[in-house]
C-alpha cells in the first residue's frame, strides 16, 4: 500500500464520524436555536467529530476491525454526548 493508498483509507475510516458531526450540529442548532444562540456552530461540530472519532477508535481497538455495527453506534453515542455537554452542559 503506498501512501496515496494510506491518505485515502484514513479518511474513509474517519468520514463517518465527519459526516455525522456535521449533520448532528446542523440539527441541533435548528431544533434549539434559541438555547445554542451563544454556542458556534463550528465548535458544536468539530467537538462531536472528535468524539466519534474516538469512538471509532476505540471500536477498531477493541474488536479489531473497522465496520462493527456496535462501533457505529457507539459513534452515535460519542457525537450525542459531545453535542449535550458542549452545547447545554459547558457555556
Known amino acids: 500500500m503506498g501512501p496515496l493508498d494510506g491518505f485515502w483509507h ?13 449533520l448532528a450540529a446542523s440539527a441541533v442548532k435548528w431544533l434549539w436555536r434559541r438555547e445554542l444562540a451563544a454556542v458556534a456552530w463550528r465548535r458544536l461540530a468539530l467537538g462531536s467529530a472528535i468524539a466519534g472519532i474516538l469512538a471509532l477508535i476505540a471500536g477498531l481497538l477493541v474488536f479489531g476491525r473497522d465496520g462493527k455495527m456496535t462501533t457505529y453506534v457507539a459513534l452515535i453515542v460519542a457525537n450525542a454526548l459531545a453535542l449535550w455537554w458542549l452545547g447545554f452542559f459547558r457555556r
Open 10 to 22: 484514513l479518511l474513509n475510516f474517519v468520514a463517518p464520524a465527519f459526516g455525522v458531526a456535521l
